[in-house]
């Protein structure tokens, strides 16, 4: 389907054409158009004109007006101020931009990005034979959303989880699973991922008080550590016991959070392994990287400490051993050379930040990243409890995510059986219905806020009724099916002779924005935005239901109609939006 022209593009082009009428020699000049609680749209590029042709600008806007088309589109322009123009757009206009967006089922008028390329995203990144806590959540629900709003834009996205499956601590646990080879055998078949991390966390408890007892396991649990980098084959073999059992604990953790995780897409740090050795050699040949101390630095100038010499990135330890930065760096050569990476994008920790930095830096320096390759790093900031410090349980423990989890969808299910009976749920609708919205709590509570923030997690507020909350979106959606099963014979229609009322106006005027704002939202990375936005167009809803009666009586057909072709784009709209955001609406609640 052609993409369909918004509002704003099409007042732009209006402008434009006026603009060079009445001064030839502005060349393509941006009318610098923007909404505006004074009218529909308001253009501000006049005042900047006016001083290069020093002119006066309110002159120069009323030339500027003289020459402009009004008609459907632009139904009234006016002059204000010092030089703005206050423009109206036509009702017809309105709803013939978004009868287009409605006829395009799929993507409601969404276009696909100008130039797409190919990005490769890491996120999702938990630890091998650890449990998951409270700061695995932003990354994963951050990175999750942001994979669908770059496919939806066109993008290639190739995902990574980064997991940690590699060190020294893996000794310990595959010398205890040596000397006792039934510990993660599973007799009964299948296991739950609570049950496998149950299984990894006695095994490592077991592990653990031998290691700190027994001097002699600890020297054998060390010769192991050895093996394990060698490759050897029976060490690897029960290496990968401990990556499978983790594998069904993660996948347990990740499907209630209603994500998707392929297995291809998990490439943790031993993925690198076969390339580090050349990583190093490439860097120190190439005098990227210098030996100090023994040990493969990189140094810059910029970077220094408190003491004030330079502090650098180890590429290698002085005893052989690898550091994170010679596995990221090898990761960025596997996803630019073999991916084809244009992007390389990281959902990680605003804390990682510096690690980062030097370690693009050092990627460009050795030539492995080129203007034709983007890097950026998706910080995130802490998730904070109510009294604004880092979120523990009452014992001062890091929470654990599925702990977390559970009680947002126990809190949700509460909510959600209150209105059960008077929706006429089932008990299996409330169920089903209650880890929707839980699950979406604590996804829009992170993605509501800007990435790089912290943000409190409060969930008596996140599973609120009122306010900018996953529910209020997902009721606003249920209401609007309530409504369409209602309205019997009557069908939702376009009627672009009709004149609308304000608050139809607002709403049709802000359901036009979606296309732009989807786009600028994937562009830069900042899901927030979208969350605003869906807010936002709810508030609108709210004020709609509140001004205008959608299956009343006194209304005529053509009213009915196109009233419920409004809400019907809106519930399309908030369904899209939310997909997006990785967030399910129920058709009842």
Partial sequence: MAPVTSLSDSVQQHLATALSAALPDAGSADPLLRRSDRADFQANGILALAK??????????????????????????????????????????????????????????????????????????????????????????????VVHLLEFTGETVVRRHHIGDWGTQFGMLIQYLDEHPHELDHKAGDVSGEEAMSNLNRLYKAARAIFDSDDEFKTRARRRVVDLQAGEPRTLAMWQKFVDESKIYFYSVFEKLDMEIRDPDIVGESGYNDMLAETCRLLEESGVAVRSEGALCVFFEDI???????????????????????????????????????????????????????????????????????????????????????????????VRLEDLLDEAVERATAVVREKAEKVGLSEQEIVENGRYVGI??????????????????????????????SVYLQYAYARIQSILRKAGEARPAAHPELE??????????????????????????????????????????????????????????????????LVDLTARTLHRGMALLGIRTPERL
């Avoid at 009586?553 to 009915?560: F, G, I, L, S």
Wanted: charged letters at 25%.
């Fill in 52 to 145: 290069k042709a020093k002119a006066n600008p309110r002159e120069l806007a009323t030339q500027v007006v003289s020459q402009v088309v009004t008609g459907d589109v632009i139904k009234d322009i006016e002059v204000s101020g010092p030089g703005f123009l206050n423009i109206t757009i036509g009702d017809k206009a309105i709803i013939e931009t978004l009868a287009a967006r409605y006829a395009d089922t799929d993507r409601l008028g969404v276009p696909y990005a100008e130039r797409p390329g190919t990005t490769v995203i890491d996120y999702a990144q938990p630890n091998v034979a650890k449990e998951m806590h409270v700061g695995h959540l932003r990354s994963a629900v951050i990175g999750d959303a």
């Fill in 304 to 398: 220094k400490g408190p003491d004030g010499k330079p502090v650098p990135l180890i590429v290698q330890k002085s005893d052989g051993g690898y550091g994170y930065a010679a596995t990221d760096l090898s990761a960025i050569r596997d996803r630019v050379f073999n991916h084809k990476a244009s992007t390389l994008l990281y959902v990680v920790d605003v804390r990682q930040s510096l690690h980062f930095r030097m370690v693009f830096e050092t990627a460009r320096r050795a030539g492995w990243l080129n203007d034709g390759v983007t890097t950026h790093q998706l910080a995130f900031g802490t998730v904070l409890g109510k009294d604004g410090k880092p979120f523990k349980t009452r014992e001062g423990e890091t």
């Fill in 440 to 469: 979406g709590a604590v996804k829009y509570a992170d993605l509501s806020t800007s990435a790089v923030r912290d943000y409190k997690f409060d969930l008596d507020q996140m599973v609120s009724l009122s306010g900018d909350t």
């Fill in 500 to 565: 609308l009322a304000p608050a139809e106006r607002a709403l049709g005027l802000h359901l036009d924005r979606f296309a732009e704002t989807v786009l600028e939202v994937a562009s830069a990375y900042e899901p927030h935005k979208l969350a605003a936005y869906l807010y936002e167009l709810a508030t609108h809803l709210t004020k709609f239901y509140d001004q205008c009666q959608v299956l009343s009586a006194e209304n005529a057909p053509e009213v009915v109609e196109n009233r419920l072709f």
